[in-house]
């Protein structure tokens, strides 16, 4: 993206810095920025330099603007600490950002991106709370499972011995009941053996899962596909896959109502980190809704078993989309505000993760 190549020691210093650098008059127009802030916020020098920011395609700059204000009007450097800006269109970031006067009429900002730091730290507290929500469930299903056997048991001996159908109908209840609550034990559990993994086309995958949904959804919810085609094939297990985003798609749906867009998007990314543990190359699959969105109490949440936001919601079909997710070695994230929600699969791409579960 660079047109132009850095003339002083001073700028030649800042193309190497990994952080966001701008130098702005006070009209506001940018007199310096380097190739971090390019990147940043979708832009060119040529496009920028001598002019102010386009509010159009980098939403934050009157957020830039009021800063370096700020500063003029104060004279003093400051900073604000992770706050979330909209870098373009269809990008948020959340940075640190740094005001300096450097002259009565310059000032620098500094912007830092925090994402990668506060996702890697987001998504270790997600795998954190799945594995002690998991082991929680383990202790508590052995724990219901065998009482609930043998009063199946019980019941059924008790329904060979009556007569009356009245009374063998109290029985039937028992064992249906009891039925019930080991079906609902197992699917807080979630699957119980590793995945039979194979050669697997994300596309492939969500096409099916877009089939039926929209076998099921209203007239007026549309279903937008935008895939990247160059993704290749990778190891997993396709049912358990279609399952995940399944689960996902119809809480998307149901959040909608009569109306609605549902987006499925794929893009790849290199150099990525789930969970701590770095991958070349991972798959990003994006289900985006413009429903009424997610409270930001429940975000924290939305994994967790019997969480949900609808009264006759189960609260499991999330909690199992993070299980299968994860024995694939990768996370699910969730992030909403009203009228715009977002869950991110994460998917490793490089063969040698197949192992993982």
């Not at 807080?188 to 194979?198: C, I, V």
């Not at 993704?231 to 998307?252: G, M």
């Not at 989309?321 to 715009?340: F, R």
Request: glycine share 6%; with cysteine.
């Amino acid at each position: 993206m660079r047109t132009r190549q850095p003339q002083t020691p001073a700028e030649r210093a800042m193309e190497y810095m990994s952080h966001g650098v701008l130098l702005f008059d006070a009209c506001f127009h940018v007199r310096y920025i380097n190739g971090a802030a390019e990147v940043m916020f979708a832009v060119s020098a040529r496009q920028v330099t001598g002019h102010r920011l386009p509010a159009h395609a980098t939403p934050c700059a009157p957020v830039l603007e009021q800063a370096v204000r700020h500063a003029f009007k104060t004279g003093q450097a400051f900073t604000r600490r992770e706050i979330l800006l909209a870098a373009t269109t269809d990008r948020r970031i959340t940075v640190d950002l740094t005001v300096t006067p450097v002259s009565c009429d310059e000032v620098l900002l500094e912007i830092s991106a925090l994402d990668r730091r506060l996702r890697i730290a987001r998504e270790q507290n997600l795998i954190n709370q799945h594995q002690c929500t998991r082991e929680l469930l383990r202790g508590l299903a052995h724990e219901v499972k065998n009482p609930l056997g043998g009063l199946r048991g019980a019941a059924q001996l008790l329904d060979r011995e009556l007569q009356a159908p009245e009374l063998r109908e109290y029985t039937q209840i028992i064992i249906e009941e009891a039925d019930r609550l080991r079906t609902l034990v197992n699917g807080l559990l979630g699957p119980n053996s590793r995945p039979h993994k194979r050669e697997t086309n994300i596309h492939e995958v969500l096409e099916r899962v877009r089939q039926l949904v929209a076998a099921e959804a209203p007239a007026g919810i549309s279903i937008r596909r935008d895939y990247d085609p160059s993704i290749p094939d990778f190891i997993a297990e396709p049912n358990q896959l279609i399952q995940a985003t399944l689960n996902i798609v119809r809480n998307a749906l149901e959040s909608l109502g009569d109306q609605g867009c549902i987006t499925l998007r794929t893009r790849t990314q290199r150099q990525f980190t789930i969970a701590e543990v770095p991958h070349r190359l991972v798959i990003r699959v994006d289900i985006i809704d413009d429903g009424p969105g997610i409270s930001p109490d429940l975000q924290e949440r939305i994994f967790y078993p019997m969480v949900t936001g609808r009264p006759e919601g189960t609260g499991l079909g999330l909690s199992l989309a993070q299980t299968l997710v994860h024995q694939h070695g990768g996370l699910i994230e969730c992030w909403s505000e009203p009228g715009y929600t977002e869950f991110t699969l994460w998917l490793p791409l490089e063969a040698g993760d197949d192992n993982k579960g």
